[in-house]
């Protein structure tokens, strides 16, 4: 295990697998110390952040000169961010990562499943401009969402829930409050600098006005400021700074 753990570059493939792995024995032994031990080993190369910002930007470049870049924008993160906590984890809560690159994205169906809600909620597209931007089950969208991803070292920290009905989620028990609180530790990003980019989609039959430009470009901001994306958005999560 030691000689894996050495060669070990990839996030992802310790986060969904090795993790396992390596903790098996202790998971129930010493649960409490887990998120904290696993907190050291959540380490992305400073290479890897390189790599992606220039596969992006040779993207970004190409879908600027055919005139179809909406958007291409670094923001810093000013609350803490989680993507993911549904999926399956050590720690109970999830975190989306990379596959090939382990770094923690915000995939681009997130993106534009928040963005598509933030512009039904605030009224900011008509009927036919949801479905020229957003698309339908029928009908391809507009707008193409790229991944976001951090493009300079993140900060990973832990935070706590405490669960106040284990015993109704584990085995179905009436929910009562007399319950005592289970804390749960889980891993978030707290800080970091992510790259957000929307293209156009190069197969439209007619060409996007210039003024449902201008109004996605500034809604999309607005969505990292106010609205945020992710998980816990209620408590304060994945809001960005304006600049």
Known sequence: MQSVQKRMLNLSLYWNKIVFLENRESYLSKKDELPAAILKKL???????????????????????????LLDVKKRLSSR??????????????????????????????????????????????ENELVD?????????GL?????????????GLDVVANHFQPYYM???????????VPVKYVTVTSGVYRFT????????????????RKLQGAFLDMLRVYGIGAKTNYGYGRFLDD
Not at 98 to 126: M, Q, W
Not at 171 to 181: A, I, K, Q, R
Not at 202 to 211: A, H, N, Q, Y
């Open 133 to 141: 931007v957003f698309g339908t089950t029928n009908q391809s969208g």
């Open 43 to 69: 380490v992305v190369p400073k290479e890897v952040y390189e790599v992606m910002d220039k596969r992006r930007n040779v993207v970004v470049e190409e879908f600027k000169k055919k005139g179809l870049l």
């Open 144 to 156: 193409v969402f790229l991944d976001a991803f951090p493009t300079e070292e993140v900060r990973f």
């Open 171 to 181: 085995n179905g028990e009436v929910p009562n409050d007399w319950y005592d609180p």
């Open 198 to 213: 929307v293209l156009i989609e190069p197969t439209l039959k007619k060409e996007m006005r210039e003024d449902l430009k």
């Open 81 to 126: 961010l989680l993507v993911g906590s549904g999926t399956p984890s050590i720690l109970e809560v999830g975190l989306t990562l990379s596959r090939n690159y382990g770094l923690p994205i915000v995939p681009s169906t997130s993106l534009k499943g928040a963005f598509r809600h933030y512009c039904e909620d605030n009224g900011i597209l008509s």
